[in-house]
């Protein structure tokens, strides 16, 4: 519950301290626990939609791996051995690269002929195993997107922008010229992605209409029928059992009631007018983007959740509707932020009780006890991350060096462009019409925009664990496993690497209390930033080496289902 809290709060905030504005503590707190409760409360009319109805769509890998994980520990499944296996692989080589900084943790290579065209891989175990979950196909659109980002646009971009003397907008202090590719995708591309990831949510939110309105009315049979949930007149099973219809409805109004009667909860001092708009805004921008968060991570995962893209595109909407009414002041721009702070926790946290819902769906959980669950996590959790955020900002300050905030500089830049009528709309625009033509062409526009938007770095691993899973299927001859051993290992190897990763980050958390600690790690060079034991031809060969292991680990893996079902029919035929 924390981690989609925080994650919509780091992205945000900070903003308001560039600003110069230390938001109160209790305010930082409730706007994470009103996003949060509004998040959980629009995903539950959703979740027959999107969790059983869409199941063959949308696979849900973090959802499925931790289903995968807990089948084959208590089924006693031939194959759970793999899930060890694949935990191991991904908490050592994660302690490897992020850790102890054997090599860099990605590989990159520039392409002759088109300016600034990198070709780029992020060795995660992880990534890798994504793509494997997720099959050969979705993988291939959105790595799609990508590759139009990493090879077609920003080669445009730099050549073009070549022979500009001054920066060209949005960018004001380095010209094209003088930028990396990296800087070209963070200052330009970026945006056309934010624009590709509107219009196919606008889409996407367009298509499920029919089946919200049908949602809501079961909501309203429900309130009516005193909250007694039932399929056609007969008492709903256990396992499709969500909390009461009362909760779907007085949630979310009581989101808008408080944003609009608590004075100073939307920064800046504003009027009871831009309070209810602000108000509205979350509502409609928060329940859109739910339903926009919920398919994203059901195909790629909660990790690669672009929801700063959603919260970029809600601030556009916000700001425009406020430079529209004429209320463009320095509060007004407080205002917008907060308005996408509790979209984006919204949108973060839709997308983590998805993940927990399919794996619900899969091993025959109560959704309502699910869905409480959360309820509980997110109101304990916003306290501890308000203060967190809160601190950070004290201790290291916001925008600096050591805490530059990239999301956050993003937010106050679209919002003071916007205010200004300096935005580059004519990126986002663009980026609208790729995905519509994405869309025309019969692609999910979704994945492809989701594609444009995020690095090639790491979409690229997604892909090539899609590719791994295409050659074990064609293996198998399109037969169906009821358990399939890859999908073990793959689960493995995202719990490994996660849990790794929450080691890493506790560590270098408590080496900032304890001296000792500190220089004990530092002496070892431990999580260091711009540091590796091993550089240059070797690492990348030894980077490649990785990549290949982890391929081959799932490609044995996926076949040796296949392979005990040819020996134990050959034994039976023997008998």
Aim: hydrophobic letters at 55%; one cysteine or more.
């Amino acid at each position: 519950a924390s981690s989609s809290l925080a994650t919509g709060t780091i992205f945000t905030i900070p903003a308001l301290f560039l600003w110069g504005i230390a938001p109160p503590f209790w305010q930082v707190a409730i706007l994470a626990l009103l996003g949060g409760f509004l998040g959980i409360a629009a995903m539950v009319p959703l979740r027959r939609l999107l969790i059983v109805k869409s199941a063959a769509e949308l696979p849900y890998p973090e959802g499925t791996a931790c289903a995968e994980v807990l089948r084959a520990t208590t089924v006693g499944t031939s194959g759970g051995k793999w899930i060890f296996i694949g935990l191991a692989v991904g908490a050592a080589i994660k302690l490897a690269l992020g850790a102890f900084m054997l090599l860099p943790s990605g590989l990159a290579t520039h392409l002759p002929v088109l300016a600034k065209a990198e070709l780029a891989l992020e060795i995660a175990p992880a990534l890798l195993a994504v793509g494997y979950i997720l099959g050969y196909k979705p993988s291939a659109i959105m790595v799609s997107g990508s590759l139009i980002s990493a090879i077609v646009l920003t080669p445009l971009i730099a050549t073009f922008g070549a022979g500009l003397a001054t920066p060209m907008l949005p960018e004001m202090k380095v010209t094209i010229a003088a930028m990396t590719a990296a800087q070209i995708w963070s200052r330009y591309v970026r945006y056309i992605g934010a624009g590709a990831v509107a219009a196919a949510g606008i889409v996407a939110v367009i298509k499920a209409l029919p089946t919200m309105a049908s949602s809501f009315a079961a909501v309203m049979r429900g309130l009516r029928g005193g909250g007694l949930q039932t399929i056609d007149g007969e008492r709903t099973p256990r396992t499709d059992r969500d909390v009461p219809s009362w909760i779907v409805v007085v949630v979310p109004l009581a989101v808008i009631i408080t944003l609009v009667a608590v004075p100073g909860l939307l920064a800046g001092n504003m009027a009871f007018a831009p309070r209810l708009v602000a108000a509205i805004g979350v509502a409609i921008f928060g329940v859109c983007f739910v339903v926009v968060s919920s398919r994203i991570v059901g195909l790629i995962g909660v990790s690669s959740n672009p929801t700063s893209a959603m919260t970029l595109v809600t601030l556009l909407g916000a700001s425009v509707v406020f430079v529209l009414c004429g209320w463009t002041d320095p509060s007004a721009r407080a205002a917008i932020l907060t308005v996408g702070t509790v979209v984006c926790i919204a949108a973060s946290k839709a997308g983590d009780i998805s993940q927990d819902l399919k794996t619900g769906f899969i091993v025959g959980a109560t959704p309502a006890k699910q869905q409480f669950g959360q309820f509980l996590g997110a109101a304990c959790a916003c306290w501890a991350i308000a203060g967190t955020v809160l601190l950070l900002g004290k201790a290291f300050t916001f925008g600096s060096p050591d805490l530059p905030a990239p999301q956050a500089t993003l937010m106050k830049t679209v919002i003071e462009g916007v205010l200004s009528g300096s935005l580059p709309w004519a990126l986002v625009g663009t980026g609208s019409a790729l995905s519509i033509c994405a869309i025309v062409a019969g692609l999910p526009g979704l994945s492809f925009a989701v594609g444009i938007y995020l690095p090639l770095g790491t979409l690229a691993p997604v892909f090539v664990g899609g590719i791994v899973r295409r050659m074990v299927d064609a293996k198998r001859d399109a037969k169906s496993l009821d358990s399939d051993p890859g999908v073990l290992a793959a689960s493995g190897m995202i719990a490994g690497e996660g849990l790794v990763g929450v080691l890493i980050a506790f560590l270098v958390a408590a080496s900032g209390k304890f001296p000792r600690l500190s220089s004990a790690l530092a002496s070892m060079h431990f999580a260091a930033k711009d540091f590796t034991w091993l550089k240059g031809s070797i690492a990348i060969v030894t980077g490649i080496m990785i990549v290949i292991g982890i391929c081959a680990l799932l490609y044995r893996a996926g076949n040796s289902a296949a392979v005990e079902a040819s020996g134990s029919t050959e034994a039976s035929v023997r008998r």
